[in-house]
């Protein structure tokens, strides 16, 4: 048995750039990882199965981990063959890159179980063919992302950046279609702040907010909530959604701020406090 770990994401900043005319958007994105990951272990076995005990993860043909193998099996012409199980760490519908994370790690890990020796070049064909945040996960350094978000530039001037991290997240998700699709017709909510935030050089701004807050105002008004916390430097969207972000200037503001936010804004909301970009 081999056991991988999956890293999510952040979008420090997501600007859209217009509709293609494949249906999907130009984007700008600046993406970092995070210590907070899933883990997916893999076994030689007859047929390729995929294993997960959290509810609503599906692990039939429709799960990134299962489009990964398929992937793969179209270019080495010969079945996987692996026994999955998948440790899900990271909430899905969440904007953090959780089910892109795991089938980059799928990529890497078949090719490297198999021996295949794939090249980067190779692995990053059969991550783009699986959604377009996939080839960041290949190798999850601090990267700019164009085109609809396949292609990866890591951002050298930044390598050694980090900063203390606390993420919220209501139960809901939101679909990363219906955010783009919500691009027509979203409005900007009163008194929420879309504008650029300015933290160490890096300007955070999330095109995809006014779409999402339109959908879904309590978004809205919790970012607006974080941004007057304690040692807040920046608050933002990540992705398309539902998870909200703030860097703080200290570990023990980004844990205070977790706190606060089941006492002050709902009790169920799912947190997540560590570092973005770890060294
Ligand atoms: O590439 P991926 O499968 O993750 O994209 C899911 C959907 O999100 C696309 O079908 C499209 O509706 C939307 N999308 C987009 N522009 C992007 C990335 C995704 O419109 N750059």
């Known amino acids: 048995m081999t056991t991988y770990s999956a890293p999510a994401k952040i979008n420090l900043s997501l600007k859209v750039q217009g509709k293609r005319e494949d249906g999907y958007h130009n984007v700008d994105i600046l993406m970092a990882k995070l210590d907070l ?7 030689n076995s007859r047929t390729t199965t995929l294993l997960c005990d959290t509810p609503g993860v599906p692990t039939d043909e429709s799960n990134l981990v299962i489009k990964a193998v398929r992937e793969f099996e179209k270019a080495y012409g010969r079945k996987a063959k692996q026994k999955i199980t998948l440790n899900k760490k990271v909430p899905f519908g969440a904007g953090l890159g959780g089910g892109s994370a795991d089938a ?4 890497l890990a ?5 021996g295949t020796q794939y090249t980067h ?3 990053h064909a059969m991550a783009a063919a699986i959604g377009s945040d996939v080839p960041f996960f290949l190798n999850p350094v601090i990267s700019r992302c164009t ?5 990866v530039t890591p951002v050298e001037e930044l390598a050694g950046w980090s900063s203390p991290i606390v993420l ?10 219906s955010a783009y699709r919500g691009l027509n017709g979203a409005h900007r909510m009163k008194g929420v702040n879309y504008g650029a935030q300015t933290v160490d050089g890096i300007r955070l701004v999330n095109e995809l907010e006014r779409a999402v807050f339109t959908k879904f105002p309590a978004l809205g008004l919790w970012k607006m909530w974080m941004l007057r916390q ?3 430097r920046a608050a933002l969207m990540s992705g398309s959604g539902s998870t909200l972000f ?3 200037e200290t570990h023990e503001q980004a844990r205070a701020l977790a706190e606060a936010a089941r006492a002050e804004l709902d009790p169920t909301i799912w947190t997540y406090c560590g570092t973005v970009n770890p060294q």
């Open 37 to 43: 990951a899933d883990e997916l272990s893999f076994h």
């Open 104 to 107: 980059a790690v799928t990529l």
């Open 110 to 114: 078949v090719n490297e179980i198999i």
């Open 121 to 123: 070049e190779e692995l």
């Open 147 to 151: 085109g609809r978000g396949e292609i």
């Open 168 to 177: 919220i997240k209501p139960q809901f998700g939101v679909s990363t279609p």
């Open 230 to 232: 304690d040692g807040v």
């Open 246 to 248: 703030a860097l703080t």
